[in-house]
């Protein structure tokens, strides 16, 4: 059987995980795999088909926990499929890229549309499939189609409304074996100097969340009416530390790597404090982020 050297494809084995994840969490995987273009992401694919092994997607890191021992099968590591252009007020981007180094980019060539992602840490591929979004924004607001592969190899390009997006939630989420290649984004045009806005908001950023420590984002979907990180907070459990994990004094929405925290430290902190919001306040929160391998 065809292996990833026979290939000539980019990879690394028994890579740790912990240095692709931004909680910097994780053991190793068997095989990390690196595609420079959509031929090498299928032939990627076939080789997995074909030596009947379990796979999944990695962009950024930003929204998944994986526990400290092996992933017995392969990621892909999307970090090269990153390039993007702006043509007609429309931005292709590839999943690879980084979602506020291309929300930036549009600011800074006076397109509104995408500045509510600038400072999200995700790839443009991870927040498609997650729906991401802030500041009342989220991906579904600005996406006009998506191009995914198919576990059969081949390409298909699907509309917005084709997408099922729902708050955190997509099409992508519920079936994984479509792998997210790239995106158009509408863009309008504007004289606005959207400049400032980002300048603020990335300032409320930096005080109000825990930039320094590794995290990754919001670890809770806001309950209907309300906040997670409020609720979080008004239970008391700012600070809380389980293992190497803890609850941001900062931002009660946010845990973060403390301390050498393992990803069986993180899923402890986020089941008690899931019990503790359940147990005071009868609402069960659920989280945004993905617990992978446990």
């Known amino acids: 059987m065809k292996s990833f050297e026979?290939?000539?494809?980019?990879?690394?084995?028994?890579e740790l995980l912990s240095k692709h994840t931004t909680y910097k969490v994780g053991g190793p995987c068997s095989y990390m795999v690196f595609p420079k273009n959509v031929d090498e992401l299928k032939k990627i694919v076939e080789i997995i088909k074909d030596n009947k092994?379990?796979?999944?997607?990695?962009?950024?890191?930003?929204?998944?926990?994986?526990?400290?021992?092996?992933?017995?099968?392969?990621?892909?590591?999307?970090?090269y499929l990153k390039d993007y252009?702006?043509?007609?007020?429309?931005?292709?981007?590839?999943?690879?890229?980084?979602?506020?180094?291309?929300?930036l980019f549009t600011v800074n060539n006076g397109y509104k549309g995408l500045d509510f992602a600038v400072g999200f840490p995700a790839s443009v591929g991870g927040a498609v499939f997650m729906n991401a979004g802030c500041y009342g924004s989220e991906m579904s607001d600005v996406i006009l189609d998506v191009t995914y592969l198919d576990e059969n190899l081949n390409m298909h390009t699907i509309k917005n409304d084709k997408c099922k997006f729902s708050y955190r939630n997509s099409i992508f989420k519920q079936n994984k074996k479509m792998i997210i290649v790239s995106c158009t984004i509408k863009l309008t045009k504007t004289?606005?100097?959207l400049k400032q806005l980002i300048d603020e908001r990335m300032k409320k950023r930096i005080q109000t969340q825990p930039l320094e420590k590794p995290s990754a984002g919001s670890v809770f979907k806001n309950p209907e009416g309300t906040s997670a990180g409020k609720l979080i907070e008004d239970a008391g459990l700012k600070?809380?530390?389980?293992?190497?994990?803890?609850?941001?004094?900062?931002h009660a929405n946010f845990i973060i790597n403390e301390e050498n925290a393992t990803g069986e430290d993180i899923k402890k902190l986020v089941k008690y404090v899931s019990d503790e919001v359940e147990e005071k306040y009868n609402i069960r929160l659920e989280t945004e982020q993905e617990f992978i391998n446990f």
């Open 239 to 250: 600070g809380k530390q389980i293992g190497g994990a803890k609850v941001s004094e900062k």
């Open 191 to 193: 004289k606005e100097d």
């Open 53 to 79: 092994m379990k796979y999944m997607i990695l962009g950024n890191g930003s929204n998944v926990i994986f526990s400290s021992k092996k992933y017995e099968g392969t990621i892909i590591n999307l970090k």
């Open 85 to 103: 252009k702006i043509e007609r007020n429309k931005l292709t981007a590839y999943s690879g890229a980084s979602l506020p180094q291309i929300a």
């Open 6 to 14: 026979d290939a000539k494809i980019e990879y690394l084995k028994d």
